[in-house]
Nanobody, 127 residues
């Protein structure tokens, strides 16, 4: 089970920290990712850990502003979001590759490779 929290309304330029508590699966082995979906747009990967390949992926528009972090002791993955823009607004989902599909050489950004999903948390950016 994956449970996200931390979404909300923030002004442009503001910050949020999203949390994803994972139960039943380890963060030490499976790829884990944050995706987002804005109205009328396709779901896209924001950031992910390819654990087996030792890679971290960031979508181009969030590089330098967002940071993904794992806390294995708490079985929690965070997405630190800074300098938020209006176009950042979306429902953010946490997902884990619990069927071990993501290849160690991939960038872990393909949503169909993830089989366990949270319910999502809404992020709104407005002044």
């Amino acid at each position: 089970q994956l449970v996200e929290s931390g979404g909300g309304l923030v002004q442009p330029g503001g910050s949020l920290r999203l949390s994803c508590v994972v139960s039943g699966f380890s963060l030490d082995y499976y790829a884990i990712a944050w995706f987002r979906q804005a109205p009328w747009k396709e779901r896209e990967a924001v950031s992910c850990f390819n654990v087996s390949g030792g890679r971290i992926y960031y979508e181009d528009s969030v590089k330098g502003r967002f940071t993904i972090q794992r806390d294995n002791a708490k079985n929690t993955v965070y997405l630190h979001m800074n300098s938020l823009k209006r176009e950042t607004a979306a429902v953010y989902y946490c997902a884990e590759d619990t069927d071990d599909i993501v290849d160690r050489s991939s960038n872990c950004a393909l949503d169909y490779e993830y089989t366990s999903w949270g319910q999502g948390t809404q992020v709104a950016v407005s002044s």
